[in-house]
């Protein structure tokens, strides 16, 4: 067996190594929980795609914290996260435009099972998080709707020379139905963060500026 040509190895991408956020000394501090909560997640199986939007999501809330003097999980309270909450309806892109409602949701719910979390594994008595209302999503038509033909070829797909085929006719519609219900269940529970759809626009901190004026 020929050896492979240094000229033919692909370098490795060496990992991205992300600053600790606040004191790395205090084991109560928020950041050292975010670490043995996503910690959690993976042993639980969750998926690497979960672990990292809440790794995203999360930093992006230590950081608000850090920058106000907010650095354990017994500081924060609910009106706290209200104001959390106010700081991303605010919030501006690079481009000017909000952040979308279905990101704010996304958001937040990886904020509120960080503190579910927390209360259940009892570093802290309860949750601050319990009753904070998230964005309503509000009702969306289905993005992509079968035309007139489309239905047409798949109501005329089941062979009526068959008695197989006949037992699955008066079914068609009901599977039409079940597919445009879960083309907007999918539509309504897609939670795109901000980085995947405009990777240049992801805050370097948690700065909110709106109309030239920072946020609280």
């Excluded at 354990?72 to 979308?100: M, N, S, V, W």
């Excluded at 035309?147 to 798949?154: K, P």
């Excluded at 079940?178 to 626009?201: D, I, K």
Aim: aromatic share 10%; hydrophobic share 35%.
């Amino acid at each position: 067996m020929h050896p492979i040509p240094a000229s033919k190895v692909k370098p490795t991408r060496a990992a991205k190594v992300k600053p600790p956020i606040g004191d790395i000394r205090d084991p109560d501090s928020l950041y050292r929980h975010m670490q043995r909560y996503l910690a959690w997640l993976a042993e639980r199986q969750y998926s690497e795609q979960t672990v990292r939007h809440s790794e995203v999501w999360l930093r992006w809330f230590i950081e608000w914290c850090d920058e106000r003097g907010l650095g354990r999980p017994h500081d924060i309270t609910k009106p706290i996260l209200e104001r959390y909450q106010r700081y991303l309806f605010l919030y501006r892109k690079e481009d000017g435009q909000p952040l979308a409602v279905g990101t704010q949701y996304g958001g937040l719910a990886r904020v509120r099972a960080y503190f579910r979390w927390l209360a259940r594994q009892n570093y802290i008595l309860f949750n601050p998080a319990s009753d904070l209302d998230l964005p309503r999503l509000g009702q969306r038509l289905p993005k992509y709707i079968l035309t007139v033909a489309e239905v047409e070829t798949v109501m005329a797909q089941p062979d009526l020379d068959d008695p197989l085929g006949i037992r699955k006719r008066p079914t068609a519609p009901h599977r039409i139905l079940l597919s445009l219900a879960a083309n907007s269940r999918a539509l309504l529970q897609r939670e795109t963060p901000p980085w995947r759809t405009t990777p240049t626009s992801w805050p370097t901190g948690p700065t909110t500026t709106v109309a030239g004026k920072a946020a609280a």
